[in-house]
């Protein structure tokens, strides 16, 4: 993409941070790859302002950063393995990480991640206790955007979006972390 062409959707979008195009830029090569189809592309305000999202929610998306709505493909990968960053109670959810390939995780390298890490890459309100692999099935309705900081952590990592749940068996645990030190173990004397 020429930088003429940077500037040009930087406008169209109300986005300041150039970079952030250009990660849309190799996320739209993934989905071209990988997927049937591109279906709407948004700045980073529009879906946060979606009443999908409960009131105390706040933003999900980086303003400044482009929403690429797909469908996973039927044709070319069949399902789609992500990841999901989750406590005791909420296995099931519509937030992935992506693929290595768009800056997220590969799920066979996620023994060196720790949950303090994901705590703020995907700037969550809380440690995650697990890492549960996730099987995307064809023709998933999803949005692939940058986390904004949130929750007092800095987000940043892309993040994936699902428009309906999976059902849960599409979710299995694959990493569990030990309690850090800092947590309490039983009761306060």
Do not use: C
């Not at 995650?128 to 986390?147: D, N």
């Amino acid at each position: 993409m020429s930088e003429e062409d940077i500037t040009v959707i930087t406008d169209i979008f109300g986005i300041e941070k150039e970079s952030e195009v250009r990660k849309a830029e190799h996320r739209i090569r993934w989905i071209q790859k990988n997927h049937e189809k591109l279906a709407q592309i948004l700045s980073g305000s529009e879906p946060s302002q979606e009443e999908r999202y409960p009131d105390w929610y706040d933003p999900p998306h980086d303003p400044d950063s482009l929403v690429l709505q797909f469908i996973s493909s039927g044709d070319m990968n069949d399902d789609v393995e992500m990841l999901r960053a989750h406590g005791n109670d909420n296995q099931n959810g519509y937030w992935l990480i992506p693929p290595e390939e768009v800056g997220g995780l590969d799920p066979t390298e996620i023994d060196n991640v720790t949950a303090e890490e994901l705590q703020n890459n995907l700037a969550l309100p809380e440690r995650p206790k697990y890492i549960s692999t996730v099987t995307v099935p064809a023709e998933t309705a999803m949005r692939i955007s940058t986390i904004k900081p949130n929750f007092g952590q800095n987000g940043g990592w892309p993040q994936v979006e699902l428009e309906t749940r999976l059902s849960d068996d599409a979710y299995e645990i694959t990493k569990t972390f030990e309690e850090s030190s800092d947590e309490p173990r039983g009761k306060s004397p």
